[in-house]
Nanobody, 123 residues
Framework: QVQLVESGGGLVQAGGSLRLSCAAS????????MGWFRQAPGKEREFVAA????????NYADSVKGRFTVSRDRAKNTLYLQMNSLKPEDTAVYYC????????????????WGQGTQVTVSS
């Protein structure tokens, strides 16, 4: 059974940092892109960042460029999201996704999803 388990969410003040992790089990995603999406209350789920299978090519939403960094450890089958200079508008449930052929921003190209981790940024 394939599982993606996110961790590292929490409550942080504006300007602070958090590091999210997503541990995959049940199969290897070393040859697939992985990504992060988020969903704020009352809003649709949106793309945050993604990384290709080699860990070389990345893709970011304009709203997080320069503040967030996506990375992966292929050996550990784990995805990361380093979030710096957090803003209240970053408050959302953050979801890990895997299985895309490239670091694309479109949700339907990802086959597997985690349950999400809450990130709350206070002003």
């Amino acid at each position: 059974q394939v599982q993606l388990v996110e961790s590292g969410g929490g409550l942080v003040q504006a300007g602070g940092s958090l590091r999210l992790s997503c541990a995959a089990s049940g199969r290897s995603f070393s040859m697939h892109a992985m990504g992060w999406f988020r969903q704020a209350p009352g809003k649709e789920r949106e793309f945050v960042a993604a990384i290709d299978w080699r860990g070389v090519n990345t893709n970011y939403a304009d709203s997080v460029k320069g503040r967030f960094t996506v990375s992966r450890d292929r050996a550990k089958n784990t995805l990361y999201l380093q979030m710096n200079s957090l803003k209240p508008e970053d408050t959302a449930v953050y979801y890990c996704a895997a299985g895309a052929a490239s670091p694309i921003a479109t949700m339907r190209f990802y086959d597997y999803w985690g349950q999400g981790t809450q990130v709350t940024v206070s002003s």
